[in-house]
């Protein structure tokens, strides 16, 4: 790793702890200068704006979320449990110490009305979980609008348990997402009788 790469890993380490539990308009570039113990200049060599440095976190923070699912669902290999096992990692997040909610809502909410790259990295990082859902469904051989329905689920279980601060909707989410695969499976195939963990 080059100087200039570690010390870009610094300041997103810093600026995605700072701008998650704290919130973006919150956080001033001397809070991330000083938890990453970068110097003022360096910061700005590295990131010219604060809102680059918010992109780039947001583009980080989207990798990493969507890799950190994928690897949970793929311990799985039946297709419905595939599906359920989305709602399980959710619930594991939710029990992690400082969960904040969803990111790309939080700073969506904050940034979104004015900052268009903002927006744009919010919307990117919902498709693509739809449409990682999409191919799960695609791979249960289902209907596919069931996706955009397990999004809602899932979607609503983020943001009720930020502001909740609980686990439970994930477990209500799953409840009610077995509920629709068997409703669906009872249309289109036989029931895959997927029960609960």
Known sequence: MTDDEAARARALDAAEELFYARGVQAVGMD???????LSL????????????????FLRRRDERWRQALAR???TRTAPDERLLAVF??????????????????????????VSADVAEQARHHK???????????AASGLPA??????????EGA????????????????????????RAHARNHRADPAVGPR
């Open 127 to 137: 498709q693509a979980f739809r449409d990682y859902l999409a191919d799960l469904v």
């Open 41 to 56: 200049k360096r910061l700005y060599q590295l990131f010219p704006s604060k809102e680059a440095l918010v992109l780039q």
């Open 72 to 74: 949970h669902v793929d």
């Open 145 to 154: 609008d069931l996706a955009d329905q397990l999004l809602l689920l899932a």
């Open 88 to 113: 399980d990692w959710l619930h594991a997040w939710f029990r992690e110490p400082g969960f904040r909610g969803c990111a790309f809502i939080n700073s969506f909410g904050e940034l979104g009305g």
């Open 158 to 181: 983020i943001t009720t348990a930020a502001i909740t601060g609980t686990a439970a909707p994930a477990v209500h989410a799953r409840t009610a997402a077995l509920a629709l695969l």
């Open 31 to 37: 809070a991330v200068r000083n938890a990453s113990s």
